[in-house]
Structure formats: C-alpha cells, structure tokens
C-alpha cells in the first residue's frame, strides 16, 4: 500500500489500534511493555532501536510499523541519512521488496520527522 499522508494514516490507525486495545486490554497491556522495554536506552540506544525496528518493519513489509518507527526515530534524534542506511540494510536483507518499502519508509520520515 502507498501511503500518501502519514499523519492521516497513522491517525487511522491509532483509532483502529485503540479499538482492538479495548477489546484485549491484558495483552495490549503486555505489548506495551514489551515496547517500553525493547526501545528503552540499554546497550543501544533508543534511537538505534527505533531504526532497528524500521528496518524490520521495512523487511516484514508493515505499512503501520514504517510510520510508527519512522516518527519514533524522527523523535530519539535519527537523521535522514541514519534512516537511508538503515534502509540499506533492510535492503540488503529483503531485496527488491524491501527496496520499494524502504521508498515508503524514506517518505514516512520526511512526513513525519
């Protein structure tokens, strides 16, 4: 999916998300946390996490994940070329289909940064 507006996207699905967290509070709850733990600043930082889970998200082709990731880097400090090599990597790992989804995910940057 190409996504135009990332703002209204991620307005979207914050709706949506917020709906399905009402209607499974235990494990939106343990999701959370796991976030809260997975991105908070240990070995690596929080902004290397964040481009990390970009990269993933690019990977694993997640239209939700490029724009959540991407506004989080854009939050903890990354910049446009930290993203661009990130998606490199991501890239590398995923070829062609990651190639067309790091496209997407340079754009969710630029939007939302």
Same mark, same amino acid.
């Given at each position: ?33 796991? &976030? @809260? =733990? *997975?991105?908070?600043? /240990? %070995? ?5 996490? !964040?481009? #990390?889970?970009? +990269? ?13 990731? &991407? @506004? =989080? *880097?854009?939050?903890? /400090? %990354? ?5 661009? !090599?990130? #998606?490199?990597? +991501? ?13 997407? &995910?340079? =754009? *969710?940057?630029?939007?939302? %940064?």
């Amino acid at each position: 999916m190409a996504v135009s507006d990332w703002s209204a996207f991620l307005e979207q699905t914050d709706r949506r998300m917020g709906d399905l967290r009402s209607g499974m509070p235990g494990v939106a709850k343990g999701f959370h946390e796991i &976030a @809260k =733990a *997975a991105i908070g600043p /240990g %070995a690596l930082d929080s902004k290397t996490k !964040e481009l #990390i889970a970009l +990269a993933i998200g690019i990977a694993a082709r997640c239209d939700g994940c490029l724009a959540y990731h &991407a @506004k =989080a *880097a854009a939050k903890y /400090g %990354a910049t446009r070329e930290e993203v661009i !090599e990130a #998606i490199g990597v +991501a890239v590398y790992m995923g070829g062609g289909p990651s190639m067309i989804y790091g496209a997407e &995910a340079l =754009a *969710a940057f630029d939007a939302l %940064a």
